[in-house]
């Protein structure tokens, strides 16, 4: 593909895709840019056109009044489409160093969405455009996983599970929500697809018995390195997420006691109040998205995966310790969890370390409603 054909491409997902610049456009010019993306899928180059693509850090192009123009996350995002559906009829045909160097591309693409900026260094919310790239991205990583681990992708863990300083997706110790966790999003989303792939009968047919077996097979021979991964982001981020709620507290005491409102806010305070409200949503929304991960993990993988207990990591007894939190619905989740363990077949000791656990946790998940409500100048006994 030259450089007229890649300009013209990528004017036509811009027009497709409605961005930016691109508001004042006739029936015919979407035609047409239609017609030409539905051409390009039939071009013998694509995958190597769209491997570029994705790999590139932007993707800019000239407007016809000679403006340049960003189609970086609607150009990625039609260039994994188009991968995506190339996986489906022509992976098997390509050799193993065609497979290796579309898996390294994709590798590089999800690395290239999870390297910290430092434009990025202080925002909290995550772009949704990112959002929606990064759930291709793991679409594309758990679709390759199932069909190329452990045999011919070793380097599986290190690729996704390592620190981006050490040229993985994965967040760096320590990383606050937002932003720069975009990375920890897609190998959360890509462990839950491949989990659904291999033991949910709703998913699994698509996948041969030996190759499911292979898979699960080489996820218990690595799975010692990603869940001390997993546990310590449910600890930081539920400790962030505390933390800004314990700030937002006391930020509403201050008001109460100078007789004011949360609506009575000066700018300043205002905008203090909404970072604080930012990094609870922000923790509680990577905290939602792990709890759902887990809940696969609970319903089909080793119960020696959530039951061990080692080096301080105790999955049940954060499971059981979650059931106080509200935000982002993690009691709810964290009770999907619990649930999904108990209706496993159960050791003595496994079935009686939650049945004995579990009175505890619901009072103290009581107590914290029933302080929440306190708050809100809400009766308790009501609740």
């Not at 959360?188 to 792939?197: A, G, H």
């Given at each position: ?365 009581s107590q914290a409603s029933a302080k929440r409500a306190s708050e809100r100048g809400i009766d308790p006994n009501c609740i």
């Amino acid at each position: 593909m030259n450089e007229s054909q890649r300009q013209s491409l990528l004017s036509a997902i811009a027009i497709s895709s409605g961005i930016s610049g691109f508001t004042n456009i006739t029936p015919q010019q979407r035609a047409d840019a239609f017609t030409n993306l539905e051409q390009f899928k039939s071009y013998p180059g694509r995958v190597a056109a769209c491997v570029e693509m994705i790999g590139c850090d932007s993707l800019q192009f000239a407007t016809a009044n000679g403006n340049t123009a960003d189609a970086t996350v609607p150009g990625k995002l039609y260039a994994l489409g188009v991968i995506q559906e190339f996986l489906k009829v022509g992976y098997n045909g390509l050799n193993d160093s065609d497979r290796g160097q579309l898996r390294v591309s994709i590798v590089t693409a999800a690395r290239q969405l999870a390297m910290p900026s430092v434009a990025d260094a202080s925002i909290i919310k995550m772009d949704e455009s990112k959002r929606i790239l990064a759930m291709k991205i793991a679409v594309l990583l758990a679709d390759l996983a199932t069909r190329e681990f452990p045999q011919r992708w070793q380097t599986f863990v290190t690729d996704l599970f390592a620190p981006v300083s050490s040229g993985g997706i994965w967040c760096e110790p320590g990383a606050d929500a937002g932003a720069n966790t975009i990375g920890v999003k897609i190998c959360l989303e890509c462990l839950k697809l491949i989990t659904e792939d291999c033991t949910d009968s709703d998913f699994n047919a698509k996948i041969s018995t030996v190759r499911r077996n292979d898979i699960l097979l080489g996820f218990n021979e690595v799975i010692h390195q990603i869940l001390p991964l997993l546990f310590e982001l449910l600890s930081k981020q539920y400790g962030d997420l505390n933390n800004a709620k314990n700030t937002l507290t006391q930020m509403n005491q201050y008001l109460a006691s100078s007789g004011r409102t949360t609506a009575q806010m000066s700018p300043e305070e205002r905008a203090q109040y909404q970072i604080q409200l930012d990094k609870r949503d922000a923790a509680g929304a990577i905290l939602a998205d792990e709890l759902g991960t887990i809940e696969k993990f609970c319903q089909s993988m080793p119960l020696d995966w959530m039951f061990k207990v080692e080096n301080g990591v105790d999955f049940v007894a954060a499971l059981l310790h979650l059931l106080q939190e509200d935000v982002a619905k993690i009691q709810v989740l964290s009770v999907a969890c619990l649930q999904q363990l108990a209706l496993r077949k159960l050791d003595p000791d496994q079935w009686f370390r939650v049945i004995s656990s579990l009175p505890s946790a619901l009072f103290e998940a009581s107590q914290a409603s029933a302080k929440r409500a306190s708050e809100r100048g809400i009766d308790p006994n009501c609740i």
